[in-house]
């Protein structure tokens, strides 16, 4: 099997697409004849994935190359191309599948199907949806953005070309299928990947040694790892760590992000000083563990009525491999994905108030939890050997079923 990845995003950014990507990719490592990648830029963490083959692209804006393929009945999805890379380097291209990712790069894809000139199946993998999310009114330019991606999404997911999608969870599933009556036969569900091998967590020792180096001794910590947006509850755990500190002021907010800069600004507009914070940028998931083994509790405030009632955070993972008390709002994806899981508290959604009180009880109440291993049985089906055997089984359906 021959798998050509489309992602055209900046992949040196640790957020949860890039998160997503790197799994479902490192997933098929030892599994596919070829795998090849069409992207801007590459990461560390997939430079050491043995024959990956990497086709740098040109960074050009989506939106406009998902609009002008759109308003010409995707007439430009060929010409686009030579905006966006050398064609010389897609004709030693061999793929048996096209795995996309986003809905805004479709013209990607036909465009590289076109000049392969072959039959290999388009999937497209959603892991979001403009029409559970809300406009924010910012500015225009991002209000209109908004709008057009909304547009793009309706008309873009019925289009006969696409053969499959994959979905991080059957509750989006349902709900695409619903929205937009696709035929279930054609949405797969694709869990999120955790590459249990890499999951290193700290002796006591080595967590005292490292509360020292990052002068956190002697205080409460509360993690954050995530975007730093609306959507993901950003705001909401400002809010709410702003009112621990009355409560518990040697607190510390550990916060792992990808844009450090742009967060400093947020926090200072909060009123938080920034040595009751603790920020980093860009952190490897692999290297993750070793953070949140220090906290006392891992916060998850995803507000609710977005897209995030349907779709299980990828840094709940995270969270549960490392054995931390997770305090978060209780979304049904996060109730569904918890449920065995006795290390949480659940607050109702888009309520920062019942957010800090449920952190500040943790913190007072529980005793720290050392590393653990115990729950790493939990997350197998998320390991890249299930994660993998599932794509492949997805592939050769449809090899079959186009040929």
């Given at each position: 099997m021959k798998v050509l990845f489309i992602a055209p995003f900046n992949l040196k950014i640790y957020d949860g697409t890039t998160i997503r990507i790197n799994g479902l990719i490192k997933s098929l490592k030892g599994r596919c004849k070829e795998i090849y990648l069409l992207s801007p830029t590459l990461n560390e963490e997939l430079k050491k994935i043995y024959g990956l083959k990497w086709?740098?692209?040109?960074?050009?804006?989506?939106?406009?190359?998902?609009?002008?393929?759109?308003?010409?009945?995707?007439?430009?999805?060929?010409?686009?191309?030579?905006?966006?890379?050398?064609?010389?380097?897609?004709?030693?291209?061999?793929?048996?599948?096209?795995?996309?990712?986003?809905?805004?790069?479709?013209?990607?894809?036909?465009?590289?199907?076109?000049?392969?000139?072959?039959?290999?199946?388009?999937?497209?993998?959603?892991?979001?949806?403009?029409?559970l999310q809300k406009i924010l009114p910012s500015n225009l330019m991002s209000v209109m953005g908004f709008m057009a991606g909304r547009f793009h999404e309706r008309v873009g997911i019925k289009d006969w070309r696409i053969d499959a999608f994959t979905v991080p969870s059957k509750l989006f599933k349902d709900f695409i299928v619903k929205r937009?009556?696709?035929?279930?036969?054609?949405?797969?569900?694709?869990?999120?990947?955790?590459?249990?091998?890499?999951?290193?967590?700290?002796?006591?020792?080595?967590?005292?040694?490292?509360?020292?180096?990052?002068?956190?001794?002697?205080?409460?910590?509360?993690?954050?790892?995530?975007?730093?947006?609306?959507?993901?509850?950003?705001?909401?755990?400002?809010?709410?760590?702003?009112?621990?500190?009355?409560?518990?002021?040697?607190?510390?907010?550990?916060?792992?992000?990808?844009?450090?800069?742009?967060?400093?600004?947020?926090?200072?507009?909060y009123g938080i000083d920034l040595d009751s914070v603790v920020l980093l940028e860009n952190i490897p998931r692999e290297e993750i563990y070793k953070y949140l083994a220090l906290a006392d509790v891992a916060v998850l405030p995803q507000r609710g009525k977005t897209q995030f009632e349907y779709l299980p955070s990828n840094k709940l993972l995270d969270y549960v491999a490392a054995g931390r008390f997770i305090v978060g709002y209780a979304l049904q994806s996060v109730k569904d994905f918890l449920t065995g899981y006795p290390y949480k508290k659940l607050v109702r959604t888009n309520n920062y108030q019942e957010l800090a009180r449920a952190i500040v009880e943790v913190l007072q109440t529980e005793r720290v939890r050392r590393p653990s291993n115990s729950f790493i049985k939990e997350l197998e089906e998320h390991s890249p050997m299930k994660i993998g055997k599932k794509l492949i089984c997805i592939y050769k359906k449809l090899v079959r079923g186009v040929r």
């Amino acid at each position: 099997m021959k798998v050509l990845f489309i992602a055209p995003f900046n992949l040196k950014i640790y957020d949860g697409t890039t998160i997503r990507i790197n799994g479902l990719i490192k997933s098929l490592k030892g599994r596919c004849k070829e795998i090849y990648l069409l992207s801007p830029t590459l990461n560390e963490e997939l430079k050491k994935i043995y024959g990956l083959k990497w086709i740098s692209m040109k960074r050009l804006r989506l939106y406009l190359s998902a609009y002008v393929s759109l308003l010409t009945g995707h007439l430009a999805d060929g010409l686009l191309l030579k905006y966006q890379f050398d064609t010389d380097l897609i004709k030693d291209v061999d793929a048996d599948v096209i795995h996309t990712h986003w809905l805004l790069s479709l013209p990607l894809a036909y465009g590289v199907k076109k000049t392969l000139n072959n039959d290999a199946p388009i999937i497209v993998d959603l892991h979001g949806s403009f029409q559970l999310q809300k406009i924010l009114p910012s500015n225009l330019m991002s209000v209109m953005g908004f709008m057009a991606g909304r547009f793009h999404e309706r008309v873009g997911i019925k289009d006969w070309r696409i053969d499959a999608f994959t979905v991080p969870s059957k509750l989006f599933k349902d709900f695409i299928v619903k929205r937009y009556g696709i035929s279930p036969e054609k949405v797969f569900v694709v869990p999120d990947v955790i590459d249990l091998e890499n999951i290193h967590l700290p002796t006591l020792n080595e967590m005292f040694l490292f509360r020292k180096k990052l002068s956190l001794e002697a205080t409460k910590i509360v993690a954050y790892v995530g975007s730093s947006s609306y959507f993901h509850g950003f705001y909401d755990l400002l809010m709410a760590y702003r009112l621990v500190l009355k409560s518990i002021p040697n607190a510390k907010l550990l916060l792992i992000v990808p844009n450090a800069s742009a967060v400093k600004g947020i926090i200072r507009q909060y009123g938080i000083d920034l040595d009751s914070v603790v920020l980093l940028e860009n952190i490897p998931r692999e290297e993750i563990y070793k953070y949140l083994a220090l906290a006392d509790v891992a916060v998850l405030p995803q507000r609710g009525k977005t897209q995030f009632e349907y779709l299980p955070s990828n840094k709940l993972l995270d969270y549960v491999a490392a054995g931390r008390f997770i305090v978060g709002y209780a979304l049904q994806s996060v109730k569904d994905f918890l449920t065995g899981y006795p290390y949480k508290k659940l607050v109702r959604t888009n309520n920062y108030q019942e957010l800090a009180r449920a952190i500040v009880e943790v913190l007072q109440t529980e005793r720290v939890r050392r590393p653990s291993n115990s729950f790493i049985k939990e997350l197998e089906e998320h390991s890249p050997m299930k994660i993998g055997k599932k794509l492949i089984c997805i592939y050769k359906k449809l090899v079959r079923g186009v040929r």
